[in-house]
């Protein structure tokens, strides 16, 4: 009669501890919202500087989604998931011509007199190797969230004000 009583403590135990373990680790705090803030400008700027650009009329416009902040050293690396889209204005409009989706990439960036500047850019694989780069590049629970959708806001969102219009 004494193992009957015994299996409904050690099931509630194991129960509370498995609560307890993942509150844990999705509770972590894994962004630093001060460094994300100041370190975003330069490497937006550093994002639309590789796409390139088409003319005055044409734009990258990209938006980020930071996953996770990790010192290391002096530096910081910043873990997000980015969209971006060249946009060109068309007359009294906005035509998307092209553009990403859920690019994860790490930013390397070290803090300056004047603010964060980008020492360099890591972009996870396509195709087969995308889960194992992501999971290389990110802390376990910043793979975790890349891999289970984490996303941006759509750049359509901002590509009005980027081009100074209302």
Known sequence: MGNVKRWPVLAGVGV????????IVDEMPSVDDTVAREA??????HLRAL?????AE????????VIETRTDGDQVRVGLVAN??????EGDGL??????????MVYRVER???????IDRKIAEGGAGYSRSVKAMFSWVGARRVIDGASPDDPGTVSRAAFGLP
């Open 112 to 118: 300056t007199p004047g603010g964060y500047r980008v």
């Open 16 to 23: 509370v501890v498995t609560a307890a373990a993942w509150w």
């Open 40 to 45: 975003l400008p330069p490497i937006d700027e």
């Open 84 to 89: 971006c889209d060249e946009v060109a204005k």
């Open 51 to 55: 796409a390139g650009s088409g003319g």
């Open 95 to 104: 035509v998307t011509r092209g553009g990403f989706r859920r690019q994860p």
């Open 58 to 65: 044409i734009r990258w416009v990209c938006t980020q989604k």
